[in-house]
């Protein structure tokens, strides 16, 4: 599962780069986990390290 | 001779391009999978949305980094901006000129430049003294370059730029926005047969008369000249000194907004007056149409608080107001602080090129030159490029 840490300062890189347009961004990232296939490519995008994948 | 760069934003491709020119051997590493770092742009929903900066160069073709640009033989079309800027004021676009700007104000002008040019004394005094129409251009006008208020700054920090928009005149935008930059110099280093690695820099060490750059798989590569395009403070952090440096960042919030209607007629800045916190706007596609499938605005806010939900709050409240009566939606707020900020010193605080090592150079955003933005980054890279040839 893709978390956001305290550290996202709300670029929206991520959200840029999501190719299932499930990510929203205002302040902070959310991920819609209805639509997120889990591909990490917000946590390598991501320029401050603020998102992480955990294996549930 | 050969050179490490530490980060391929624009400070530290436009360094290796000019570089790999001259024929250095270069080779540049970036920890992101894209380069370009706050100057670059994705296509979002058939939008070119930039990862920081607006798609504009402060002093369009005839800036410092147009220069550099034609320099290192990157070719980038930039459109100048005609007019450079208009002003929303009442409710009314007004042209801004000399003649806005009321005798009385130019004279309280002159009068605190006279008075306070030694003394760090805050522009919002300046600001006290000035009519309803020129002390809120200013606000909007230190919003919408520099991203902070008139309370943050003096006379002296910004009267550098001041100078460099009156001889250099205002904006242009690069056609392709600044991706088209990232792209060209990408193509000058790669023609030089110097390489670009995706590789994470754990380490930077001093060794002998050279440096050794530890890379996060483990291996090293050894360089005579280092170059880093990651800040001053994370330089200091990956080679091992004391902080040397503290830089006070600057935050902004930038939207991006698509409209069906066309809100601004030319490809300048329209500066806003009368709002909570939106300092100004552009229609980018105006200069480019490929960079949106509609019009295409950018509008920008500093941040006076630390409540960014807040800081949005207000700035959305502003884009309702001015864009009333238009069809338009919101594709993007970006929100830039702490370790991606609008800028990593605020104006007039960056602190040049030099570290404490000798060899060791850091340029882009925290190592700027008397300019702002990408021009100032350029005015940096200059020096450090000077540098280097003078001494190797």
Redesign the interface.
Known sequence: MIVVTEKCVGCATCMLVCPKDAITVEGKAEINHELCENCRKCVNYCPVEAINFLKT | MRIGVIGAGLGGLLSASLLSEMGYRVEVFEK???LG?RFTN?N?RGYE?S??ALHMIPHGSRGPLARMLKKAGAKVEIVDSKPEGTALYNGEEVKISRKRIPLRSRIAFLAHCVKNWFKEVKLSELEKKLDDFSARYLRAFLGWSFSITPEQTTLSKIYPVYRSILELGGPGVPVGGCRSVIEALVEVIRSNDCEINRQKVSVIRKEGYGFSVHLENRTAKRFDVVISDIGHEETARLSGLKSYAKLEPSRGIKYSIAVKQSFIDHTGVLFTLNTRRISGMNQVTNADPNLGKQNFLMAHQPMLTTN??FE?SEGLKDLKELLKGYDYEIL??????????VNRALAGSDIGCKTPVNGLYVVGDGAKGHDIEVDGIALGVEEVVEEIRKTL
């Open positions: 992101l999978p894209f770092g994705f979002y949305i990862t920081g960014v939900r949005i993007a707020v970006q929100s830039f602080s702490d370790g991606w900020p």
